[in-house]
Nanobody, 129 residues
Framework: QVTLKESGGGSVQSGGSLKLSCATDGVTLTRHCMGWYRQPEGKEREGVAVLDADGITTYAESVKGRFTISQDNTKKNLYLQMNNLKPEDTASYYC???????????????????????WGKGTTVTVSS
């Protein structure tokens, strides 16, 4: 059974930083595409960043240069370091995983999230101006 549990959300002022964590169980990070997604209130979910089985990262244009997705050496925890936060980053953030099988890379449509097999329950980030 796969479980994903996010933590680290909170309220910060514009320009501040937060680091989100995703504790995984039942996931082999080297055989899954791991991603962070967010959903602002009243809006659609969007992909923020993904990390594939080869360690290659891909980011949404809106967060490039500000956010960093990573995993720790135990390969059990996924992180999202968020710097220079903006009010438009306010959202619920979700950790997700796609089982890759023999593949090494995330789906080219990763931003939609439709190929993700597992989801956490989310953590809320609020950025005030």
């Amino acid at each position: 059974q796969v479980t994903l549990k996010e933590s680290g959300g909170g309220s910060v002022q514009s320009g501040g930083s937060l680091k989100l964590s995703c504790a995984t169980d039942g996931v082999t990070l080297t055989r899954h595409c791991m991603g962070w997604y967010r959903q602002p209130e009243g809006k659609e979910r969007e992909g923020v960043a993904v990390l594939d089985a080869d360690g290659i990262t891909t980011y949404a244009e809106s967060v490039k240069g500000r956010f960093t997705i990573s995993q720790d050496n135990t390969k059990k925890n996924l992180y999202l370091q968020m710097n220079n936060l903006k009010p438009e980053d306010t959202a619920s953030y979700y950790c997700a995983a796609e089982y890759l099988g023999a593949k090494r890379h995330c789906s080219h449509t990763w931003r939609v999230g439709s190929y993700m097999d597992y989801w956490g329950k989310g953590t809320t980030v609020t950025v005030s101006s």
